[in-house]
């Protein structure tokens, strides 16, 4: 009773638009049109017999990419779907009918499946627009609705901004299993042609696949395509206003230790750029999605830079307390004073300048003048030497013999007290000069430092591999390098069998190991040997005591005597 309902509704209305508009209506298009729909139910499949499926051919055309969102994982682009199929309900002999071979219907009115995003985050899950359905005279049928498409993309910032992202859309039938619609993909699959181009990201791969997929809930199979497509950050932007503004504000805490190691100043540079740090670190942050699986080798970067800064800071510390030491406040041991003023100079190319005494003849009266306002007995001293020299009356010989008494006495308190701020001005400049041994040392750690992390991390992201991965074979290589290539072993051995001593205890060896690995040939038994003889020295004694063994056993078979 609906069916019919619903059939003679649309007949009526195609009726009256005939009558009404009679001049603007083709005759033979409303014919074609009404023979079409009058017995048309658009709630049946378009198939001769229910057992068989409808074959929907699934095809994409992108147009825009609009945004990529990093942090809620989540892609919006502008595409239009290319679907087709067969209903041979809705096919004519276009000879009748004025040579028309083509009709727009609304999608209301004609079968359509009921095809969805199933990885859709839209508010709205079907974002299509509702447009007309395209029926050719053979009863092909093409739908292109387009659509904003905003689906979910599991991001992988790890190599981020030179990272690469893999995404997928996976459109199905909603409710109709494998057995009643089938799903293809379209000859034209996914089309880029139209593509506007994305001021942050370019599609460099892109895949179109039907699968077929069976659910707990269902013995069916259900039928689906999945469109894959891979997108490329553009590095430009980020490296512009990121990376090479970071590594300048990093190599600028190397200008901190060519400061003179009293200036107070670098610590506050370098609490300065590690706030720059931060700041970089928290722009990196805001993009990154909250989750504890992965890490962005920036990030990395940038926490690593943070803990050279802090110990930049801590360096800095030292050697400002350093400088200000004191031998009345202060002792370093044997030990530290051997590795600050001997080691680490060597090791960092300094040479201290020699000492230079103040000579006194230079300046005399300067120098006088400065050390008495320092010394409360040279005051006094003065008071003397101006008594002595504005005294108006004729002194007798014993007033100047007191008088050179006292003079000489203070003389003997000054020597004193010169030696004594003598020797701690020694002390103060070694504590100096430690402070620059230790400034020059945390300049050449931090310059290899910055050096080593900066290659590193731009070898590891742009090779797309893992950072511990790289570092451990950079690690690997060098310590291969400090091995020795070859150990000397002594005289070439001969590994006959001797028929009073036996084997040579080299082919036992070999025999034992070969009985537990048969791929291990000669030279890897040897090089192993020779490692032995390199790690562990008695393991290497006592295999020699063997092989000496061996060969005074064969001189003894042979009549002679042990050497």
Request: charged share 20%; aromatic share 12%; glycine share 4%.
């Amino acid at each position: 009773m609906a069916k019919n309902t619903s059939n003679n509704i649309i007949l009526i209305s195609y009726l009256i638009l005939f009558f009404l508009v009679p001049v603007y209506t083709s005759k033979a298009e409303y014919m074609l049109y009404s023979s079409l729909l009058k017995d048309y139910n658009h709630f049946t499949r378009p198939v001769e017999k229910g057992n068989l499926s409808v074959v929907v051919n699934v095809g994409l055309l992108m147009h825009q990419i609009i945004d990529v969102d990093e942090k809620n994982q989540q892609i919006e682009l502008h595409g239009q779907l290319n679907i087709t199929w067969t209903d041979k309900r809705l096919s004519w002999d276009f000879n009748q009918f004025d040579g028309i071979k083509k009709l727009r219907f609304p999608k209301n009115v004609l079968w359509t499946p009921d095809l969805l995003l199933y990885n859709s985050v839209s508010e709205e899950f079907d974002t299509s627009f509702p447009v007309n359905i395209l029926v050719n005279y053979d009863g092909t049928i093409i739908w292109k609705p387009p659509a904003i498409l905003k689906f979910s993309c599991t991001m992988n910032i790890v190599f981020f901004p030179f990272d690469k992202q893999h995404c997928t859309m996976k459109f199905g039938s909603w409710t109709y299993d494998g057995s009643k619609v089938e799903l293809q993909t379209h000859p034209e699959m996914f089309d880029t042609s139209m593509l506007i181009e994305n001021a942050e990201w370019s599609l460099i791969d892109k895949n179109a696949i039907q699968n077929i997929q069976y659910y707990k809930c269902c013995p069916e199979p259900y039928y689906d395509v999945v469109f894959k497509f891979t997108l490329q950050r553009k590095t430009l932007y980020y490296g512009i206003n990121l990376i090479i503004p970071c590594l300048v504000v990093t190599l600028m805490t190397l200008i901190g230790f060519i400061f003179p190691s009293d200036a107070g100043e670098k610590t506050s540079l370098q609490i300065s750029i590690m706030l720059s740090i931060c700041i970089f670190q928290n722009y990196v942050a805001d993009m990154s999605p909250p989750s504890s699986d992965s890490v962005p080798f920036l990030g990395v970067f940038f926490i690593y830079c943070l803990l050279y800064l802090a110990g930049s800071i801590v360096a800095t510390t030292i050697t400002l307390a350093v400088h200000n030491r004191s031998p009345k406040s202060h002792f370093l041991s044997y030990m530290m004073i051997k590795i600050l003023s001997k080691w680490l100079p060597y090791f960092c190319m300094l040479k201290r300048p020699p000492t230079r005494l103040y000579n006194i003849n230079d300046d005399k009266k300067k120098y006088i003048k400065k050390e008495i306002k320092k010394n409360e007995h040279l005051k006094i001293l003065k008071l003397i030497k101006k008594c002595y020299k504005d005294n108006c009356y004729d002194n007798d010989d014993l007033v100047q013999l007191l008088l050179l008494e006292n003079i000489l006495d203070n003389i003997n308190e000054y020597k004193k007290v010169f030696k004594e701020n003598y020797e701690d001005y020694i002390v103060e400049k070694d504590y100096e000069f430690m402070a620059i041994v230790i400034d020059r040392t945390c300049l050449l750690i931090s310059s290899i430092f910055i050096v080593i992390s900066t290659v590193t991390f731009f070898i590891s992201v742009i090779m797309q591999q893992k950072f511990i991965f790289l570092m451990l074979t950079l690690s690997l290589i060098f310590i291969t390098l400090l091995i020795p290539s070859h150990v000397t072993t002594g005289n070439v051995i001969s590994f006959d069998v001797h028929p009073v001593c036996g084997v040579h205890p080299m082919q036992a060896i070999i025999e034992k190991l070969k009985e537990e690995d048969s791929d291990l040939d000669h030279e890897t038994i040897v090089l192993l040997l020779k490692k032995i003889k390199v790690h562990s020295p008695k393991a290497w004694k006592n295999y020699q005591n063997t092989v000496n063994a061996y060969r005074n056993c064969k001189l003894m078979a042979s009549g002679g005597t042990l050497g």
